[in-house]
């Protein structure tokens, strides 16, 4: 298949040829490294039994290596003129399929849907296929993306993406570090996460101002099947992290309004071995589990 060339040059004469520019509200920062374009391919360890679902087309240049090595992909590009450009360069292979619009109808939630064409690509590759995410994600929307298909059925199998380094530090942070969050809680509760790359500005045509990272999370399915109700452990992890410099205690009894009298947290608090001055930064993510799954228990119990 012939590959498109990319470089700021080819990149440039492409969008001008179409009297194009990058558009930055859509975050269209193109990779002009196809040896990074491979690396991003290759990290996901893509065979034909996977639907892999790419978040911003832009002219097509990850897509066409999917599609290489991929079962099926789906690619959304939420600019008309960025999806033709796509279009007239992926027309001929038969396993992509372009949708243009916002891969989000809100941040809470994907595309309607969506999902209905990823689980029934998936159908069609048969019991062994996988979900994955693979993409150069645009970064306004990179967390809005990767939390909520954690919350869809299926969720991606795997997701190797490109964010800024900012957001990839949030997702590896470990207790105790300034960039633990809840992000970090919710997507560690039930994936693993690596640091594949990082990726200074120069890579990319426009530069961006910020540093990236490649990023993979590899879904393991026990964790996830441990967390029980997803939206209760997702919403009370974040309004756990709420007031970042207020005492776990205070943050608990926030979270817990109306639902858990005070003496019911404490005591919730103490068997879980939390003292006055915790602090939600500091426990792990299994303590989190516990913690959330107590006061559930609690609130059922009330
Ligand atoms: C960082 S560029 C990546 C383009 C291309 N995949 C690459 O690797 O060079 C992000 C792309 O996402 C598109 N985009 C931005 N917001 C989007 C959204 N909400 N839904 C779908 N696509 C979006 C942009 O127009 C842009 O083409």
Known sequence: MNQPRQTAT?????LTAAGLRPVSKYGQNF??????IDLIANSANLTKSDVVLEIGTGVGSLTSRLSDAAGAVLTVEI???LHQLATEELEHRDNVKLIQGDALRNKNALRPGLMEMIREA???????????????????VATPIISTLLHQTPPPDGMVVTIQKELGDRMAAEPGNKDYGALSVWLQSQCDVEVVRMLGPKVFWPRPKVDSAIIRLTLNKE??????????FHQTVRALFFHRRKFLRSNVISAMKNRLTKEQIDEVLTAQGHGETARSECLS??????????????????
């Open 10 to 14: 080819y990149l440039s004469k492409r």
């Open 122 to 140: 998936k159908e069609q590759i048969g019991p062994d296929a996988r979900f994955q995410l693979v993409a150069n994600l645009p970064y306004n």
């Open 79 to 81: 600019d008309k003129n």
């Open 31 to 36: 990779l002009i490294d196809l040896n990074l």
């Open 223 to 232: 964790k996830r099947e441990a967390i029980g109700d997803l939206t209760y």
């Open 285 to 302: 993510v299994q303590q989190f589990l516990d913690l959330v799954h107590a006061l559930q228990a609690a609130e059922q119990a009330a």
